[in-house]
């Protein structure tokens, strides 16, 4: 089994996947270790909403009407959710509380993407994050069923992972971005 260092080393976005996904017990068996990222109060700051078959039609439709008031081709962004058989719609619950600002408990819900995206490239899934402005949409907000203080954070498009190689992964640079102060 790789180490945790390993399997973020190896991670690759897969921006074409097959029709194979996880189902609800896997998914649930690697949220349970997910969700035991660093959670200040224990507030459990994030939720998850599996999208399946026409559920996917669904939020194409919420993202086509997004995309018309925008006055973007309303069509392409429909067929998105279609690229693949699972999308997991990423949420961030937040709600008020003295000692954990807003700002953090939608830093625990992007670590629980994350590191449930680490677990399931590490089980051989392939996936993508997927974002943009279509998330803060009120009608796409309205498909996923969002509460007041709910965000939509993107959402994880899951499948089989296709036998072609996966690229080498660009060197991230990260000497540029690191300080060490004494």
Do not use: C, N
């Not at 180490?3 to 998914?27: G, N, Q």
């Not at 954990?100 to 939608?106: G, M, S, T």
């Not at 279509?134 to 959402?155: C, K, N, S």
């Amino acid at each position: 089994m790789p180490t945790a260092r390993e399997a973020a080393l190896r991670r690759r976005s897969s921006p074409k996947v097959t029709e194979r996904a996880p189902d609800d017990a896997e998914l649930l068996e690697l949220l349970e270790a997910a969700g035991r990222v660093a959670d200040h109060g224990s507030l459990r700051p994030w939720r998850v909403i599996a999208l399946r078959g026409e559920s996917r039609a669904g939020l194409g439709r919420a993202l086509g009407a997004a995309a018309r008031a925008r006055g973007a081709d309303a069509e392409k962004v429909a067929s998105k959710p279609l690229r693949a058989p699972l999308l997991i719609a990423l949420v961030a619950t937040t709600r008020p509380h003295f000692k954990v600002h807003a700002w953090e408990q939608e830093a625990v819900a992007s670590g629980v993407g994350h590191v449930l995206s680490l677990l399931l490239d590490e089980a051989g899934w392939g996936v993508m994050w997927r974002s943009g402005p279509y998330t803060r949409d009120p009608a796409v907000a309205e498909f996923h069923g969002l509460a007041e203080g709910e965000l939509l954070l993107g959402w994880l498009y899951v499948g089989g992972r296709p036998e072609e190689a996966r690229p080498e992964r660009r060197d991230p640079g990260v000497a540029e971005l690191f300080q060490s102060r004494g």
